[in-house]
């Protein structure tokens, strides 16, 4: 078995639009609270956002309706946001929200806390468009809207790209957690963005010029139809989901490589092992 890639892991930080609300900082201590402001404007909002493995999570429904949400069902541990040209979905124990078919990595998951969704700023934002700062000096956080929303997930993913990142990730990972499946992603979204090889996922996965790199691309097991997970961590590792940094190669932990041997160990995951 040859050796292959990964990336590195999503952050998100603090709040929402044009809303001052009581909220936890990104790595601050429990309980520490902070001021948020949308377009400039302070806004209390409650329930007050909390602080989850060092990320900043907000209740789906208040921080949405302040974004200028029309409805927000929020019940049995998933929500639905529906706004102008913006549908969300969320689901507790997801690692991802679905913003108008986009995939938006949540690493730790989307929690419901006291019978209510809540999940990290940054994608939730992100899915309305608008950007988040935080502010050291005044330990706040900014949001700002564009009034744009995420484009759609039919626009968005190439094709081309989501048949092959599928395909590849279901023969390399099917049987990996949703974690371990980005990560063969990211390996191959590294590589893309090498000067060191192809410029396309389609040739990255077929490349040939340092030998076989991606033993199902020359064995036939790509061609299977990938998994409806497998799909989903394409997605995500398309949509910029980042669980290993910069790897660019990985291997079975049970077989030493070129890579093992010769390029920096970052991480391991599964079954597999990632190097820079």
Request: glycine share 10%; aromatic share 10%; net charge neutral.
């Amino acid at each position: 078995m040859k050796c292959r890639i990964i990336l590195p892991g999503i952050l998100c930080l603090a709040l929402i639009c044009g809303v001052f609300l009581s909220a936890i900082t990104p790595g601050a201590g429990a309980g520490e609270t902070v001021s948020i402001y949308i377009d400039g404007q302070p806004m209390r909002l409650e329930p007050s956002a909390r602080l989850i493995n060092s990320t900043t999570y907000v209740p789906i429904y208040g921080f949405s309706m302040a974004l200028g949400a029309e409805t927000v069902a929020d019940s049995g541990g998933s929500a639905t946001v529906l706004a102008p040209g913006l549908r969300i979905y969320a689901t507790a124990d997801d690692q991802f929200i679905v913003a108008n078919g986009r995939y938006l990595h949540v690493p730790h998951l989307c929690r419901e806390i006291d019978g209510m969704i809540f999940v990290p700023i940054r994608p939730l934002a992100k899915a309305f468009g608008a950007e988040v700062y935080w502010n050291e000096q005044t330990r706040a956080v900014e949001v700002v809207q564009t009034g744009l929303p995420i484009e759609c997930g039919s626009t968005f993913y190439d094709e081309t790209d989501l048949f092959w990142m599928a395909r590849i990730i279901s023969a390399e990972a099917r049987g990996e957690c949703m974690t371990g499946r980005i990560a063969v992603g990211n390996v191959v979204m590294n590589r893309v963005a090498s000067p060191m090889y192809p410029d396309t996922v389609h040739g990255v996965i077929f490349d040939r010029r340092h030998g076989i790199q991606f033993t199902p691309a020359h064995s036939g097991a790509i061609n299977r139809t990938p998994a409806e997970c497998c799909i989903i961590a394409a997605k995500l590792a398309l949509d910029g989901a980042d669980v290993v940094g910069d790897s660019l190669f990985f291997s079975s932990r049970t077989i030493r490589c070129w890579a093992s041997r010769n390029r920096p160990f970052t991480v391991t995951i599964g079954n597999h092992n990632f190097f820079g």
